[in-house]
């Protein structure tokens, strides 16, 4: 078994000396010279910017696959994705069919979406709104708990490592599929119990944990495209998954899910190694003693802990640079995560989508996920470097958030789908810039402050769009469609401020 303490030595962190040599940098540097007027540090003229003497891409690979850490991460993600991935389209049916017969009264013999669309009943279609207000409300919850928790979450895996923080996570990940497991088992359970049980999951984000993990092993030039990496695991679950309900019955589909993810746990509690070294443990414990040593009375004690996560998310207005990249996260999370939770629940009542359907659209999804996050992402960061990277992924954002608005086919929405993959590269790139401006002692805290205003804005996302869906469905001009396209206008400014904004600020800028 691997253990799982923090290391006294270094064993199992990246041999340095196979790495390419660069000049690498450390940004936060206690000299006063290098930080501007707002805060913002600066690169000296005469240092190497990173990314701009890249390695090629198969040097990167192999390094990344060798390194002790990310290779278990990677195999955490797909056993999850693909885990969470097969029941995405069971989840809405199930879930739809039961509210129309316990609240609306339906008792016809057939399932809701076993129904053709005009015919399907009234009570269905009440049934598919209580689904898709409670998928918003539970996500509401969900991120509104990762954005209480995840930046002191964070801190704390600086202090105690990766491990055992990532071990919880996953564990309270299993309540979701368990209790759709019952659900179906035992006829008259409400649909409350799995949305229940999804909220309590956010209460331990142990993805912002995998992607500090990531940031203790690999070298500030590989890391946006590492975190790519770890989205392009999700990707191929995701691709792969959705097929599986197409030939297995829900209740199936449903146990092989549980299955998956207690394998996924039993992986994280046995396989994953710790990444963060004992000197990086202990450099965060002084910091935070540090903090402490104004505390002279059993009051200042508990105001202390009470306002340690605040503290810990004020690091996101460190400078300007981080106040522009947490703004922009703010706004590809609203947009992405009402894609995510809503998306389903739409084609399905307004394009007719089936099982099918849905697991093509999942793996061409899928597909194009892994394209773009094993094979551009790290080449065209070389190429344009990350601000431009960023600027891409919003337009494109944008566009494919316009085209859901638009679709009136399913071969539209498909092709809208496909297109949304490229803006994926957003995540990872303003996870590594944050992480590359930051001290080691401080990876947890970065990624999970990040994380929080993330799930803020996956909380809120959902909501908002449902708001204007319910305002606006009735539209003459895009009808239900109007979400998606006041989703595309909360994206689209974001990447002419980027472009104006950070032009000076970024390591890796190429114009």
Known sequence: MVETGTNANNEQHTDRSSIPTRSFITHLSMDESQVSGDGTRLLETNQTCEGQEDASHSEFLRQFMKTSGPPQIIT????????LGSTIGVVPAVVEDRYARLKHGYDGEASCLDIPKVERPNECLFG???AQNSAAISGFIANSLTFATSSLIGSISDERGRVGIMRIGVGLSLLAPLNLVLMQLYPNIDPFLYY???AISGAISWMAVALSAISDVMPPVWRAPSFGLVLAG????????PILAVFMSHLAISMFSLIILIAGFVFVCFYMPE???SE???KAKLNRFAEMSVIESEFDMWKYYAMRPINDLLILNRNKLFRLMSALAFFSGCVGSADLALFIYYVEE??????KDIAMLFLMRGLSGIFVQTVILKPLNSFIGERRVIMFAFSVGALHNYLYGIASSKRMFFIASTIATFTSMSFPTISAIKANNVDEIEQGRIQGALYSLSSLASAVGPILLRYIYHRTKDNALYGKGTMFVFGSGLILPKPLAAFLDMAHQMCNIKF
């Open 76 to 83: 955490v993600c797909l056993l999850i994705s693909l885990a």
């Open 128 to 130: 598919n709104e209580d």
């Open 196 to 198: 229940a049980s999804h």
């Open 234 to 241: 999700f990707s191929m679950g995701f691709a792969v998954s």
């Open 275 to 277: 990444t963060l070294s």
């Open 280 to 282: 990086a443990a202990r």
């Open 350 to 355: 307004n394009l007719g989508f089936n099982a």
